[in-house]
Every structure is written in C-alpha cells, then in structure tokens.
C-alpha cells in the first residue's frame, strides 16, 4: 500500500507562488457542486480552487452553488432526481458527450465508466453488494443484481470506472478505503494512490456566544455538535436516544434540510425535542465548532470523517 499523502485541500494559493507547469485544460465531473453537498463536495471544491490556480478548470454539475476566479461552470441538465440511478445513467452520458474532446485531464468524483482520474469517496458497490457471500447466498444476490436495473447500473459503471487501462489513476480518500478497492479490485496496485482531505486552522474563530447568537439558538448551555447529511449512517438516532440521560444538555444537528421532518418527529417521540436544534446545512460551519462544546460522531459508516478533523482544528474535543 503506499503511503497517504495528506494535502491542505483547503488553502488558495497565489498563481506566483507556484512552480512552472504546463497548464492544462481539466474537467471536474461532480454532480452537485455545493458547500453543503458533504465531504466528499467540499474535497471536489476545494481541490478546483486550488487547480485552478495553475490550471483551466470546467466543472460539470447538476447543482451549482459556488463560484470561483477562472473556473467554468457547465451546468448538465437534470431531468428527474428520482430514481437516482436513472439520473446517474443520464449524467454519465451527458458528460462523457460534453467531454470526449478538449481535455488533458477528466477528474470524476462521481460513479462513471470515463474519466481518466476517479476519486473513490464511498466504499465499493462490489463489495455492498457481494462482498462476504457465498454459495447459495452469493447465487441469490448475483440473481437479484440481474433483475434490478438500478443495481446492475451501479455495478457495471463502477466496474467499468475502475477497470484498468493505460490513461488510468485512482485516488482514494482514505487508506481504509484504498485497501477495500484494492480488495475488489486487486489490479489497480500500480495505478492507486491515497489523497486525504485537509483542513485550515480557523484564522478569526467566533466566540462561543457569538456563535451561538450567530446561529439563533440560546446562549446558555452544554451543546453538542452533529454533523450529517446523512442523519441515520451517521448515527442521529443513537445520539437522539443518548439524550434522554441528558437533560441539560442540547444537540446542534446540522445538515440535509429534507431529513429534518423526520428527526424531529423521533426527538418528540423520545421527549427531548425541546433539546434538539436543527440547523439545516450551512456552506460554512466553523460557527458550529466554534458554539458547541463537543462534536458527536457515532457513525455506522464512513471512509474518511471530514466533520473530525475539523472539529479538532478548531481545539473541539471529539467522541
């Protein structure tokens, strides 16, 4: 395995600090290119900013919210999100049509057959769906593969994504999830690499009561902070239950603003909603960290936990 190289993602640097290179002509294949979309979003934004100052960069996304100096912005039409899988069928041939021709370099963070980078976020679909089955069981799964077309999407792009071939290289987020792929994909030794997120220290944090009164919720208090767009992977029903032996204490849930509905209806079924702030996503959270008094993070699933290691940049004790 080699060794990760962890890069400040988020730092812009000046186009007269950087040495002498080709410049290049890079397109950026992610489908929503938000602040708020989550890590792996943030990885993706912070990676063309800083390309960008070296580099042309064009990103390709359904979604939009962010502007930067020297970017081009292509907005890739979305006719449907639901089901997801068709629209990921959609985007794939829509951006390999918007980039056959023109470029040195495709960047995909995204499940894509074409791209000469991909930039593994999420643990494999092989493994979801196979992974630790045999015989009979194995059998039955490879059938209901063969009858899901959402399933067979998935599998087929991601194993023609990571097949190998001469143009080809492979970032994962993580070393845990480089030595999954390499599981599932044994071929890809020569051509993986490990690139881990960074973060910034906070140059002018707020202070806890300016944060607090920045985000609208009372001054006084313990606060635990909770990071997600996805609330139940990232453990929020746990940490709602935690709760209930925590009377005085209240709980920041910031993320996915479609979830909200349904974990207030389960903080109210537990007695502790009076407890619970939801947020909402932010494009910037470092007034998060900066209120609360702890971060909670008692994932089920996750490659590299962004929400982490920011909460520790700005000196936030983590669980």
């Not at 959402?150 to 290289?169: G, N, Q, S, V």
């Amino acid at each position: 395995m080699k060794s990760s190289v962890v890069v400040d993602m988020a730092a812009p640097q000046g186009r007269d600090e950087q040495p002498s290179v080709r410049r290049l002509k890079i397109a950026v294949l992610n489908r929503i290119f938000a602040p708020t979309g989550g890590g792996a979003e943030r990885y993706s934004i912070a990676l063309v900013e800083q390309l960008s100052a070296r580099h042309e960069v064009h990103v390709f996304a359904q979604e939009i919210h962010h502007q930067w100096p020297g970017v081009h912005y292509h907005r890739m039409a979305c006719g449907f999100k639901k089901p997801r899988w068709l629209n990921q069928l959609w985007y794939a041939y829509a951006t390999r049509r918007a980039t056959r021709e023109g470029f040195d370099i495709v960047h995909s963070h995204e499940n894509v057959w074409h791209g000469n980078v991909q930039t593994m976020h999420v643990k494999t679909v092989q493994r979801s769906l196979l992974g630790g089955l045999s015989g009979s069981a194995l059998w039955l799964r490879r059938i209901k593969i063969a009858l899901s077309p959402r399933l067979l999407t998935y599998l087929k792009f991601e194993r023609a994504r990571l097949r190998l071939r001469p143009d080809l290289a492979v970032v994962a987020a993580s070393q845990p999830l480089q030595a999954e792929l390499l599981a599932q994909y044994p071929l890809l030794a020569k051509v993986i690499s490990t690139v881990t997120p960074g973060v910034n220290l906070p140059t002018q944090p707020l202070t806890q009561q300016q944060a607090r009164a920045a985000l609208g919720v009372p001054a006084d208090g313990q606060y635990i902070a909770f990071i997600a767009n996805d609330y139940a992977r990232k453990g929020l029903p746990a940490l709602l239950g935690a709760l209930q032996a925590l009377p005085d204490v209240h709980l920041l849930v910031v993320g996915h603003a479609g979830q909200i509905e349904r974990f207030k209806a389960v903080a109210q079924s537990l007695s502790v909603a009076q407890q619970v702030h939801f947020v909402g996503p932010l494009a910037d959270v470092s007034p998060v960290y900066c209120a609360a008094n702890v971060l909670a993070h008692p994932t089920l699933e996750d490659t590299f936990a962004m929400v982490v290691i920011e909460a520790m940049a700005h000196g936030l004790p983590v669980v």
